[in-house]
């Protein structure tokens, strides 16, 4: 680009979230920088938020939002909590990054080795290099390429976790992604959820080849889908059965499904734990920060160490660390008993505005995350079949009004809701009063 066509710095910045929208056009692919941004599944224009606090956004015009998407899941405790903002600018006084070890990786490695049973625990940047870390460990340790997981469940987007992806492939109806070649599409074997006979074949037939399977602890990127009964732990017996590692994905569940995560529903009670773990989301407490963790054995594989190769300059980022450390630091059970309440309050007034407007639904929950599903309250959501069959069209009007009264939502239906310990009952009451309006929206819709 020549100085001649470099936007001029003179012209005025746009300040509605239309114009932004058209300016971030011209120069970022679609206008976002994550496709679960955009509005694609919804329609209309992105809002551009410029502040946030508590429970709430605001967005460039100026207008408030109760926040249920919560940067989808980092803000367990609400946006700026002091503590949090705190330690982000004792640590930004101290310096950015030094590209050197740092005493909080460890503290933060050490409060997540405490709460679940990890010996081992690498900081990376995002949740898709943990998954794509523990994917090549597994593969590392067993020296077998093939990698099973679910239709529907999202665990980044490294070229062999696209396949039948969640989240935002879910939303733009893509079966997986251009570019990513055959050879790699060639070893990831894609199963239905919930399915053991599926994965009872596919072991049969090709047990010996599997390195892992990758399953997120509970999928919450078709919308939330509970497990069934015992369903975890037969994954754990079959893969232990035929040598292969399971990767247990929290990167989304991972200290905010409960205080120990979705394992501390499952794996906890039920006695046994999974070989990786993955974790994003609220362990940087908004800052980017993901870990990839387990046994001593399989982690000490990686670099410096074994042969795995894994690394990253920004890894272990200090500010990020401190992020992370004072939003667990804080994370009491008080602030988790908070969540469950305001999620099952949330629960009860989405059930009575929809029923009270006729609108045929099911709500699937993992702990304290749910999500709704239209037209499925005959047997719910158990895969990603039952998930594309909804009656999604009913989401659009639902969401927009929800923002038109104040309330911002995932733009899709395949995402799980979000609360925190700061949304508090002023917030509640006004979800209360923009739900009925929604209910009617999405009463009225046709396909
Ligand atoms: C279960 C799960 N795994 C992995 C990822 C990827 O994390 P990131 O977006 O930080 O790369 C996500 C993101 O939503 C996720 O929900």
Redesign the pocket.
């Known amino acids: 680009m020549t100085a001649a066509s470099t936007p001029q710095a003179a012209n005025p910045a746009p300040t509605t979230n239309a114009a932004l929208y058209e300016a971030a056009r011209s120069v970022i692919p679609g206008g976002v920088n994550s496709p679960v941004r955009a509005f694609g599944s919804v329609g209309g224009d992105p809002v551009s938020m410029v502040r946030a606090s508590g429970p709430y956004l605001t967005d460039a015009e100026g207008r408030e939002y109760v926040d249920l998407v919560c940067s989808?899941g980092p803000m367990l405790l609400g946006h700026n909590h002091p503590a949090v903002v705190d330690a982000v600018h004792r640590a930004v006084d101290a310096g950015l990054s030094f590209g050197a070890s740092t005493p909080d990786e460890y503290r933060l490695a050490e409060l997540i080795a405490g709460t679940v049973p990890v010996e081992r625990v690498r900081m990376v940047s995002?949740?898709?290099?943990?998954?794509m870390t523990a994917i090549r460990l597994a593969r590392g340790a067993t020296g077998r390429n093939l990698i099973v997981k679910f239709a529907g469940c999202?665990?980044?987007?490294s070229d062999g976790l696209l396949a039948a992806a969640g989240?935002g492939v879910a939303t733009q109806s893509l079966p997986g992604s251009a570019g990513v070649t055959e050879a790699q599409a060639a070893e990831t074997l894609v199963v239905d959820y919930n399915d053991r006979a599926a994965l009872e074949e596919v072991f049969a037939a090709r047990g010996s080849e599997i390195a892992a399977v990758i399953t997120?602890a509970a999928p919450?990127?078709m919308g939330v889908v509970t497990p069934a009964e015992g369903f975890n732990a037969f994954l754990r017996q079959l893969t232990a059965r035929h040598g292969a590692l399971l990767i247990w994905?929290e990167?989304?569940t991972g200290f905010r499904a409960s205080d120990t995560g979705y394992w501390g529903l499952s794996g906890q009670p039920e006695g046994w734990a999974p070989d990786l773990w993955?974790f994003?989301?609220v362990i940087g407490g908004g800052m980017p920060t993901?870990a990839v963790a387990g046994r001593a054995e399989v982690m000490d594989l990686l670099a410096p160490l074994g042969p795995v190769y894994q690394a990253g300059t920004l890894s272990g980022n200090p500010v990020a660390m401190a992020a992370g450390l004072a939003t667990l630091q804080n994370a009491t059970a008080e602030v988790y008993g908070t969540i469950t309440r305001r999620s099952q309050q949330l629960e009860e007034l989405l059930v009575g505005a929809l029923t009270e407007a006729g609108v045929d639904h099911s709500i699937q929950r993992a702990g304290t995350l749910f999500s709704v599903a239209f037209g499925t309250s005959d047997g719910g959501v158990r895969n990603y079949a039952d998930a594309q069959g909804q009656e999604a069209f009913r989401y659009a009007p639902f969401f927009h009004a929800m923002l038109k009264h104040g309330v911002y939502l995932p733009p899709s239906v395949f995402e799980a809701w979000f609360v925190s310990s700061a949304h508090d009952d002023a917030a509640m009451d006004r979800i209360a009063k923009a739900l009925p309006h929604a209910a009617r929206a999405a009463a009225a819709a046709t396909a």
Request: hydrophobic residues 25%; charged residues 20%; contains cysteine.
């Open positions: 989808w995002t949740g898709t290099e943990a998954t999202y665990h980044g987007h989240s997120e919450c990127n994905d990167v989304l993955t994003g989301k993901a």
